[in-house]
């Protein structure tokens, strides 16, 4: 066994120069890859990052550099066993039209030399994994199946021998927005079943920080911009160039990222317990400068939002108005977003887990938080 | 057992049973009108000499073992050609591969048959030269072309699981070239069964020799059974041809 530090994948300056072109195709590119880690190369078309992949399984022969899988040095190995080694998926997905379902997953455990029974049992097994009923599908033919189904054969058929590590080079780019949200959501669940290293390739930033533990921000030659996971990426973006790519809608995406308890709440809040006694609480109301005063239970847990003139009512538990949003302090500030426009009010309470009132969340933190970083970049980019 | 769902409808299956009984019942058509016509005629001994069962049988066997061994050949030679021409590294035969094959079909077929007896003498292994030169270019060219039009993502997919160049090219590029192959194949297969009715001027005695014996002794019936027989026969290697390439075309495409 590998010790839990090698990375899966190592690649070590490795460079491609076709010839004929002044400049490389991928220059010096170093990477580490956990194992066990979705890793997204995403960049602009003709970065190079189709390339970077296909250079770890040495699909295109690299000018320069080594490649370790799993603390071996690859980088002059057998090509085929290789790549026997390696899932590979590619936007076609490329499923061969003369092959049963069956037999296209088949195709790499049958390269490997593996006894019938075993392919067989183990041709069902992954066509149970993604979902797909065996003795319906096993027999069919690739133009006889839906894109998704295709695409769920695809990542099957990479699956098929148990490679540790997979190369998916857009495999979701070819489908439907739906059914793509869909298949990414599987994908993610199929992950945490089975584990693999998976080098993913796309331009969409929106699924990379969707699918990725660790994104690679590449520019060209396929320099990595940044390389680290969506939150960090997301919150202080490397250079203009990695604010730029991630684009417009960064502080929504950002919103997905980070936590309620991330930003500072609101804690100057009064409450009263709401089988406490009116007039006190009325005094510590006048006494603030705030408009209403939350009533919590025996508990802590947030009731009912009260101001000044509700306050003259005896019984508290009829007062006012009840909490409209109420957030854990483990929820997305996307969420407490959410929950803010859906209540209709200005405010999100936020609670921790155990119910218990903690602050409150206002709109205008979470306008900053999804403002912030993004602010400072753009102002250095304006030409002094 | 993999559940058979490519199970054609039956409208569909009923039209391919027409479709391949058709050309069967057309030529035993021709082949009973033929013969009735002929057992109407009165014979005189020149035409019995060529209008008798075992002479023409073995005009048929003669023509078809001229046919079908340089059919044979041309595909031993044509189709590896045609693979290596489509493979990197090999790409610049192409150019001079498809220069010969398209001598070989531009000067006439007469004119090349007579070419190469003359280098080679009288005989059938000259014929079956002659019609392999003739007939190269359409295995040749549907070789390359079907291999060129096999979907080059299904290629990188292969190569990219771990087959080898090999196992790629037996196990998805070839399969895939095969209808388009055959098409050639059976192009070919054709044009040697035409063209072999021209060795009667070279001494091989295959049914061109009827019809030519018809002319030669201004005898009738002599000239139609050759024409007929000669059509006929070439009817029916199409036809048997198009039934190999539609069994042998791969499942699901």
């Avoid at chain 1, 936020?350 to 970083?373: H, K, N, P």
Wanted: hydrophobic share 45%; net charge neutral; aromatic share 6%.
């Amino acid at each position: 066994m590998t010790s839990q530090a090698t990375p899966m994948i190592r690649l070590d300056e490795l460079t491609k120069t076709y010839r004929g072109q002044p400049h490389p195709a991928v220059d010096r590119v170093s990477m580490d890859m956990p194992r066990g880690e979705i890793i997204v190369l995403v960049g602009p078309s003709g970065c190079g990052k189709t390339t970077t992949m296909e250079l770890i399984n040495r699909l295109i022969e690299p000018t320069s550099g080594r490649i370790y899988l799993d603390g071996d040095d690859v980088t002059r190995a057998d090509p085929d066993s290789l790549r026997r080694r390696i899932g590979y998926v590619i936007q076609q997905i490329g499923l061969f039209p003369h092959f049963t379902v069956a037999e296209n997953i088949a195709t790499v455990p049958k390269l490997l030399g593996w006894d019938k029974k075993k392919i067989g049992d183990r041709v069902d097994e992954l066509l149970d994994m993604v979902g797909m009923d065996p003795s319906e599908f096993r027999g069919r033919y690739p133009k006889q199946l839906s894109g998704g189904q295709r695409q769920r054969i695809g990542v099957a058929r990479a699956m098929a021998a148990d490679p540790p590590v997979m190369l998916m080079d857009e495999p979701f780019g070819a489908i439907d927005p739906i059914t793509r949200d869909r298949l990414q959501n599987e994908f993610l669940r199929l992950q945490q079943q089975v584990q693999k290293t998976i080098v993913f390739v796309t331009h969409d930033i929106d699924e990379a920080i969707k699918l990725g533990d660790r994104i690679a921000i590449l520019g060209e030659r396929s320099q990595i911009a940044q390389y680290d996971t969506p939150a960090n990426i997301l919150a202080s973006p490397a250079s203009p160039y990695v604010a730029d790519f991630i684009g417009a809608g960064a502080s929504l995406k950002r919103l997905h990222l980070s936590q309620v308890s991330s930003v500072e709440l609101d804690t100057g809040c009064v409450t009263a317990r709401i089988d406490g006694d009116a007039e006190q609480a009325r005094e510590r109301l006048r006494a603030s400068e705030r408009a209403a005063l939350l009533l919590l239970d025996a508990d802590g847990r947030p009731q009912r939002w009260v101001d000044a003139g509700d306050l003259s009512s005896t019984d508290l538990f009829k007062a006012g108005e009840p909490v409209g949003a109420v957030v854990e302090s483990t929820s997305t500030l996307s969420e407490a977003l959410n929950a803010m426009l859906t209540s209709n009010s200005g405010v999100a309470v936020v609670i921790d887990r155990s119910g218990a009132f903690q602050g409150l969340l206002d709109f205008e933190t979470v306008m900053v938080a999804a403002r912030s970083e993004r602010d400072f970049y753009r102002a250095a980019k304006v030409p002094s | 057992m993999a559940v058979d769902v490519m199970a054609a409808p039956v409208e569909h299956s009923r039209r391919r049973v027409l479709r391949w009984l058709g050309m069967p019942l057309l030529l035993a058509v021709v082949g009973i009108s033929l013969y009735a016509y002929v057992s109407t005629q009165e014979l005189d001994t020149i035409e019995r000499r060529v209008l008798n069962a075992p002479g023409l049988t073995d005009r048929v066997i003669e023509h078809l073992q001229l046919a079908g061994l340089s059919t044979l050949v041309v595909i031993a030679i044509a189709v590896p050609l045609g693979i290596l021409a489509t493979r990197r590294g090999a790409r610049f035969v192409a150019p001079v591969v498809l220069i010969l094959g398209n001598l070989g079909q531009a000067i006439p077929s007469l004119g090349l048959i007579t070419l190469v007896v003359l280098l080679a003498g009288v005989g059938f292994k000259s014929i079956v030269f002659g019609l392999v030169a003739y007939s190269a270019l359409p295995i040749l060219r549907n070789t390359m072309v079907g291999l060129q039009q096999v979907d080059q993502t299904l290629v990188k997919s292969a190569r990219g699981m771990g087959m080898s160049a090999w196992q790629t090219l037996t196990r998805v590029e070839l399969p895939l070239a095969v209808p388009v192959i055959l098409a050639g194949v059976r192009t070919a297969l054709i044009i040697n069964i035409g063209t072999a009715t021209l060795s009667t001027f070279f001494g091989v005695q295959a049914l061109g020799y009827v019809i030519f014996q018809g002319i030669q002794l201004d005898r009738t019936p002599v000239l139609i059974v050759g024409a007929v027989m000669a059509s006929g026969l070439a009817l029916l290697v199409d036809y048997l041809a198009g039934v190999v390439e539609e069994l042998l075309t791969p499942r699901g495409l």
